[in-house]
């Protein structure tokens, strides 16, 4: 079986010319179906960076980074936008939009799939914020609703078109403990019924569990990989 | 797109208008503001139209198909040409009639405050009417009488309160270029900013108030062609026919005179000037509202980029709230300006009206630059990775 993230030899840089900043070197990492691995390390060390060019949201420069099955370094925009589509992104601030409610937040999702009716999407947005535990609050807006509520909807959001790749940026930064637990293992779960892969980039030392790997970067390589166990210890 | 290609598409609440209706004061402000370029484009527009109009409204009633007039006249009223002229017009074969036609100012005496100011006349042969306004025609036989007139009740206030005095029952004398005339009847015509106000009056009437040689000079003689005459060959045949001096011209010829005229006159080019000054501020400040609502906005486009929105599928969310602002921002904007051009117009007593070509005109241009700003604000999304505007 491919791999669903599989990267060869990826560097990045920002800035041009003399002035370029390498923030990834020589990145070589693969991620099996099922696997849930957890990206960590210091601020500044390239793993936010790191996500957004796995995610399509950032045009890779150099090297080799495959993307359920799509080579990202030299696509084109086109490509780009279709594998977005494809993945589900779940950002640091859960960026909502403000102005819809949690259902046509979900909604938002579901509007590119092709083929699905205006009731399908009501049913599958319906079905996916009753699963994160939302299923009361499917008609109120962000600004209603607690930051553990709000990152629920973006998470949502992000697995309502079942992709086979989660890819989630500190999705616990704003959330009390409790709140952190909940939504990851909540991310766990439903990981698991969809059998989706999950790349978790996280600071949060209270969340390594659920991961089958951790992987450490700093200044912009990946030093080492653990088993939780050995990490949480 | 966003909306188009997928089922059942009337069903799902264009976000556009959910982004706009959700911050109910943002919108009111974006609202007022493209009311506001609108209400200053149309009366910008409003008083270049009423100049316009307004100088045209006699030449534009009389009722004719030739006019003869003084070649050198630059408007109606300007030179005169002998009134014996008219009857060798008449002679020419196709001219079924040929009238005369007087245009002249007059010295007016406010009757309220003794103050003299002046009044434009108009006098016809109460037999022979040549002014395609009814309630002239009607009244003809009242400005027969020694000394009598019919006053244009859409005469600026500064003439006097003439029409109240006359509905009232008040049979005032007034100066009229130094005889006591009285008020007969009334009609509406309408001034513009060069002339105060109209009085019709009688051949007679005229040649009492300017002399024998004065009434022996016309200021347009108004000829009607038999029917089936056709209208070149009588124009060419009349120019032959009469002296050098005199010119005849069709009705859309004789209007376009009175046009050009006064559009070379410096009100005129200030008028156009203000127009143009009009629609630039409203351009910008139609611009400002959409480039910062849609910058705002920003951010939650780069979220749907994110989750695989095409830029084409944002471009027509944005192409959406620009539609909706112009369209909700015009309705009042328009509403205003009607209402605007009335005050305008019971002011001065000059007509200023709202042509639907104009009001088009003005809708299609605050829809193309809303498109526009917003397509140049969205280009910052265009360029980016979206990770850049997180």
């Given at each position: 079986?491919e791999?669903?993230?599989?990267?060869e030899g990826?560097?990045h840089?920002?800035?041009?010319?003399s002035?370029?900043?390498?923030?990834?070197?020589?990145?070589n990492?693969?991620?099996?179906?099922?696997?849930?691995v957890i990206?960590t390390?210091p601020s500044?060390?390239g793993?936010?960076?790191?996500l957004?060019?796995?995610g399509?949201l950032r045009?890779?420069?150099?090297?080799?980074l495959r993307i359920l099955?799509?080579e990202l370094?030299?696509?084109g925009?086109?490509q780009?936008?279709?594998?977005?589509?494809?993945i589900?992104?779940?950002?640091q601030?859960?960026n909502?939009?403000?102005?819809?409610t949690a259902?046509?937040?979900v909604r938002m999702a579901?509007?590119?799939?092709?083929?699905?009716?205006?009731?399908?999407?009501?049913?599958a947005a319906t079905?996916?914020?009753?699963a994160v535990g939302?299923?009361?609050r499917?008609?109120y807006?962000?600004?209603n609703?607690s930051?553990?509520q709000?990152?629920?909807?973006a998470?949502?959001?992000?697995?309502v078109?079942?992709?086979?790749?989660i890819?989630?940026?500190e999705?616990t930064?704003?959330?009390?403990?409790?709140?952190?637990?909940e939504v990851?293992?909540?991310?766990?779960?439903?990981?698991?019924?969809?059998?989706?892969?999950i790349l978790?980039v996280?600071?949060?030392?209270?969340?390594l569990?659920i991961?089958?790997?951790?992987?450490?970067?700093?200044?912009g390589?990946?030093?080492?990989?653990?088993?939780?166990?050995?990490?949480?210890? | 797109?966003?909306f188009?290609k997928?089922?059942?598409p009337?069903?799902?609440?264009p976000l556009?208008w959910?982004?706009?209706?959700h911050?109910?004061?943002?919108?009111?402000v974006a609202?007022?503001g493209?009311?506001f370029?609108?209400?200053?484009?149309f009366?910008?527009?409003?008083?270049?139209?009423?100049?316009?109009s307004?100088t045209t409204n006699?030449?534009?009633?009389?009722?004719?198909d030739v006019?003869?007039i003084?070649?050198t006249?630059?408007?109606?009223?300007?030179?005169?040409?002998d009134?014996s002229?008219?009857?060798?017009?008449?002679?020419?074969?196709?001219v079924?009639t040929a009238?005369?036609?007087y245009?002249?100012?007059?010295s007016?005496?406010?009757?309220d405050?003794?103050k003299t100011?002046?009044?434009?006349?108009?006098?016809?042969?109460p037999?022979q009417?040549?002014?395609?306004v009814?309630a002239?025609?009607?009244?003809?036989?009242?400005?027969?009488?020694?000394?009598?007139?019919?006053f244009?009740?859409?005469?600026?206030p500064?003439l006097g309160?003439?029409?109240?005095?006359?509905?009232?029952?008040?049979?005032?004398?007034?100066?009229?270029?130094?005889?006591k005339?009285?008020?007969?009847?009334?009609?509406?015509l309408g001034?513009?900013?060069?002339?105060r106000?109209?009085i019709v009056?009688?051949?007679?009437n005229y040649l009492?108030?300017f002399?024998?040689?004065?009434?022996?000079?016309?200021?347009?003689?108004?000829?009607?062609?038999e029917?089936?005459a056709?209208?070149q060959?009588?124009?060419?045949?009349l120019e032959?026919?009469?002296?050098?001096?005199?010119s005849?011209?069709?009705?859309?010829?004789l209007?376009?005179?009175?046009q050009?005229?006064?559009?070379?006159?410096?009100?005129?080019?200030?008028?156009?000037?203000?127009?143009?000054m009009?629609?630039v501020?409203?351009?910008?400040?139609?611009?400002?509202v959409?480039?910062?609502d849609v910058?705002?906005?920003?951010?939650?486009?780069?979220?749907?980029?994110?989750?695989?929105?095409s830029?084409?599928?944002?471009?027509?969310?944005?192409?959406q709230?620009?539609?909706?602002l112009?369209?909700l921002?015009f309705m009042?904007?328009?509403?205003?300006?009607?209402g605007?051009y009335?005050?305008?117009?019971?002011l001065?007593?000059v007509?200023v009206l709202m042509?639907?070509?104009?009001?088009l005109?003005?809708?299609s241009?605050?829809?193309?630059?809303?498109v526009?700003?917003?397509?140049?604000?969205v280009?910052?999304?265009r360029?980016?990775?979206?990770?850049?505007?997180?």
């Amino acid at each position: 079986m491919e791999p669903v993230v599989n990267i060869e030899g990826l560097h990045h840089a920002f800035g041009k010319g003399s002035l370029a900043k390498p923030v990834l070197i020589d990145i070589n990492l693969a991620i099996q179906p099922g696997e849930i691995v957890i990206l960590t390390g210091p601020s500044g060390s390239g793993k936010t960076t790191l996500l957004s060019l796995m995610g399509g949201l950032r045009s890779a420069q150099q090297g080799s980074l495959r993307i359920l099955g799509q080579e990202l370094t030299g696509a084109g925009k086109k490509q780009l936008v279709e594998l977005r589509s494809r993945i589900g992104y779940i950002f640091q601030a859960h960026n909502l939009l403000d102005c819809l409610t949690a259902q046509e937040n979900v909604r938002m999702a579901l509007r590119l799939q092709p083929g699905l009716s205006y009731d399908d999407r009501t049913t599958a947005a319906t079905a996916m914020l009753d699963a994160v535990g939302l299923g009361h609050r499917v008609n109120y807006r962000p600004d209603n609703l607690s930051g553990g509520q709000k990152q629920r909807v973006a998470i949502a959001r992000a697995l309502v078109t079942q992709p086979k790749l989660i890819l989630a940026d500190e999705p616990t930064a704003a959330l009390d403990s409790q709140s952190g637990r909940e939504v990851v293992q909540l991310m766990q779960r439903l990981a698991q019924e969809q059998n989706c892969t999950i790349l978790l980039v996280t600071h949060d030392n209270r969340i390594l569990d659920i991961a089958h790997r951790i992987i450490h970067m700093e200044d912009g390589r990946l030093v080492r990989t653990e088993s939780p166990t050995a990490a949480v210890v | 797109m966003v909306f188009g290609k997928l089922p059942l598409p009337r069903r799902e609440k264009p976000l556009a208008w959910s982004q706009l209706s959700h911050q109910r004061m943002r919108l009111l402000v974006a609202l007022s503001g493209i009311s506001f370029a609108n209400i200053l484009i149309f009366m910008q527009l409003g008083f270049r139209s009423a100049m316009f109009s307004g100088t045209t409204n006699v030449p534009a009633s009389l009722d004719g198909d030739v006019f003869l007039i003084n070649k050198t006249s630059q408007f109606l009223g300007n030179e005169t040409f002998d009134k014996s002229q008219l009857y060798r017009a008449a002679a020419v074969p196709g001219v079924a009639t040929a009238r005369p036609f007087y245009y002249s100012p007059a010295s007016w005496v406010n009757p309220d405050n003794r103050k003299t100011t002046n009044i434009t006349v108009i006098a016809i042969n109460p037999a022979q009417p040549v002014m395609a306004v009814p309630a002239i025609n009607d009244q003809l036989a009242l400005v027969e009488q020694t000394d009598r007139m019919l006053f244009d009740v859409k005469s600026l206030p500064s003439l006097g309160a003439i029409t109240q005095a006359f509905t009232a029952g008040q049979d005032t004398p007034i100066e009229v270029q130094g005889r006591k005339m009285r008020v007969n009847g009334t009609f509406a015509l309408g001034s513009n900013i060069f002339k105060r106000g109209h009085i019709v009056i009688s051949d007679v009437n005229y040649l009492r108030l300017f002399g024998a040689t004065q009434a022996n000079q016309l200021h347009a003689g108004v000829l009607k062609l038999e029917p089936g005459a056709n209208i070149q060959t009588v124009m060419a045949e009349l120019e032959r026919t009469l002296p050098e001096e005199i010119s005849a011209l069709s009705h859309t010829e004789l209007i376009e005179l009175e046009q050009n005229y006064w559009a070379k006159e410096p009100a005129g080019i200030i008028f156009d000037f203000g127009t143009i000054m009009g629609f630039v501020v409203g351009v910008v400040i139609v611009y400002q509202v959409l480039y910062s609502d849609v910058n705002d906005h920003l951010s939650e486009y780069a979220t749907l980029k994110a989750i695989g929105y095409s830029d084409g599928q944002l471009l027509l969310v944005v192409f959406q709230e620009a539609t909706i602002l112009a369209v909700l921002g015009f309705m009042p904007g328009i509403l205003c300006s009607l209402g605007l051009y009335s005050v305008l117009s019971n002011l001065t007593g000059v007509a200023v009206l709202m042509r639907l070509g104009v009001g088009l005109q003005v809708f299609s241009m605050t829809l193309v630059m809303g498109v526009l700003s917003a397509a140049i604000a969205v280009r910052k999304l265009r360029s980016a990775d979206p990770a850049d505007v997180f």
